[in-house]
T-cell receptor, first 114, second 112 residues
Framework: DGGITQSPKYLFRKEGQNVTLSCEQNLNHDAMYWYRQDPGQGLRLIYYSQIVNDFQKGDIAEGYSVSREKKESFPLTVTSAQKNPTAFYLC?????????????FGPGTRLTVL | DAKTTQPTSMDCAEGRAANLPCNHSTISGNEYVYWYRQIHSQGPQYIIHGLKNNETNEMASLIITEDRKSSTLILPHATLRDTAVYYCIVRVGDNYGQNFVFGPGTRLSVLP
């Protein structure tokens, strides 16, 4: 089945530790995105990538880092510099990243920092 | 950037049509209206999108007013599985990437 996978579904980390969230897609999409969602809130864009080895900051990139070494993979690292990392993280992809492209979302990873 | 306003929550009886409104009074002529929904603790799911004509697919219908300042998503026969948060989104800008701004959405509760 084609789709976007995120793992793990739930993740717990101690304060001050970096943690990397996985996102893989087998849709052959060029563009991938990371969003953050807080309780009762909408989604906010963290980073996006239109093509391999290229990525751009979104609205709330501070304290996060990404890489795009392969088309299928767009891991997100939540660093210790992120002041409030506990949230629901969603990865998405679209065919080209163009303005009319529909974004397809993964199931999300709920990160809790203790 | 165009923004949207939606009611915080709505109820709908199972089997009836659910009509979810969205205001986007500052929408530009080349901006599309998208609808997504999110069932609790899952990723958002694409529903439908349109520019100025009404659109229909297997999930829903989208009615956009002639002046494009508002739209309505219609779920013709709501089921309990349609309980979710529904997001009305306007595509912002012409650049890649930062083109989806998700607000708080409307929490639809379908009641038995």
């Amino acid at each position: 089945d084609g789709g976007i996978t995120q793992s793990p579904k739930y993740l717990f980390r101690k304060e001050g530790q970096n943690v990397t969230l996985s996102c893989e897609q087998n849709l052959n999409h060029d563009a991938m995105y990371w969003y953050r969602q807080d309780p009762g809130q909408g989604l906010r864009l963290i980073y996006y990538s239109q093509i391999v080895n290229d990525f751009q900051k979104g609205d709330i990139a501070e304290g996060y880092s990404v890489s795009r070494e392969k088309k299928e993979s767009f891991p997100l690292t939540v660093t210790s510099a992120q002041k409030n990392p506990t949230a629901f993280y969603l990865c998405a992809s679209s065919i080209t990243g163009g303005a009319l492209d529909t974004q397809y979302f993964g199931p999300g990873t709920r990160l809790t920092v203790l | 950037d165009a923004k949207t306003t939606q009611p915080t929550s709505m109820d709908c009886a199972e089997g009836r049509a659910a009509n979810l409104p969205c205001n986007h009074s500052t929408i530009s002529g080349n901006e599309y209206v998208y609808w997504y929904r999110q069932i609790h603790s899952q990723g958002p799911q694409y529903i439908i999108h349109g520019l100025k004509n009404n659109e229909t697919n297997e999930m829903a219908s989208l009615i956009i007013t002639e002046d494009r300042k508002s739209s309505t998503l219609i779920l013709p026969h709501a089921t309990l599985r349609d309980t979710a948060v529904y997001y009305c989104i306007v595509r912002v800008g012409d650049n890649y990437g930062q083109n989806f701004v998700f607000g708080p959405g409307t929490r639809l509760s379908v009641l038995p």
